[in-house]
């Protein structure tokens, strides 16, 4: 089954730095890979997501990049702000399972 | 008009009882999951609910049992509750029941058996 590895495990960027989270994963029929964003206490929300017939989606602050060749996609966070401190949750599917989710990350962005 | 909601929020209990955790959606979708998260923040899939049939059933132990009396509801049920069982457990819900639509999650029910 598909196995999603998730790095780093914790991140501590200054405030307008950015982050940068990455994954691997081990299926190469997984073809739609989101983003979930969970702040503390409170419950995950999808903020991106990729399809891999697309090389790279942003979204504001926001981008994510797909390598299908090398399995391993990213989250790519520009102007950190102390609202993105959060654990940032990857994920992989074919469309025939469910989701896998990576192991988070925990960002903190330091005012 | 919260679109997922779980009962109750917190839920201390002792080992062996068995308890109950509900879950709402308004959302009108079709599919509903639970998933544990346990206190290392592990986001696993437990079960999902298709139009009220169970259409995944990971490597759960059988004291967990989800009953779906309707396709806006998925209760969880837990039989002779363990240490191990302490942890965070959402409900979430998808459109279609597709693999590659976004959840929407509820807000937990954070769960400590003693």
């Known amino acids: 089954g598909e196995n999603v590895e998730q790095h780093p495990s914790t991140l501590s960027v200054q405030e307008g730095d950015s982050a940068v989270i990455k994954c691997t994963y081990s299926?190469?029929?997984?073809?739609?890979f989101p983003w979930y964003k969970q702040e503390l206490g409170k419950r995950p929300q999808l903020i991106i997501d990729?399809?891999?017939?697309?090389g790279e989606k942003k979204d504001q602050r926001i981008a994510v990049t797909l390598n299908k060749t090398a399995k391993h996609f990213s989250l790519h966070i520009t102007e950190t702000q102390p609202e993105d401190s959060a654990v940032y949750f990857c994920?992989?599917?074919?469309?025939?399972?469910?989701?896998?989710f990576g192991k988070g990350t925990r960002l903190s962005v330091i005012a | 008009d919260t679109a997922v909601s779980q009962t109750p929020k917190y839920l201390v209990t002792q080992m062996g009882n068995d308890k109950s955790i509900k879950c709402e959606q308004n959302?009108?979708?079709?599919?509903m999951y639970w998933y544990k998260q346990d206190s290392k923040k592990f986001l696993k899939i437990m079960f999902s609910?298709?139009?009220?049939?169970?259409?995944i059933n990971e490597t759960v132990p059988n004291r967990f049992s989800p009953k779906s009396p309707d396709k806006a509801h998925l209760n969880l049920h837990i039989n002779s509750l363990e240490l191990g069982d302490s942890a965070v457990y959402f409900c979430?819900?998808?459109?279609?029941?597709?693999?590659?639509?976004?959840?929407?999650f509820g807000p937990g029910t954070r769960l400590l058996v003693l």
């Open positions: 959302l009108g979708h079709d599919t």
């Open positions: 609910y298709n139009n009220k049939e169970l259409i």
């Open positions: 979430a819900s998808s459109r279609y029941g597709g693999n590659q639509e976004t959840q929407y």
């Open positions: 299926d190469s029929a997984s073809n739609y």
């Open positions: 994920a992989a599917s074919d469309g025939n399972t469910p989701l896998v």
């Open positions: 990729i399809r891999s017939n697309v």
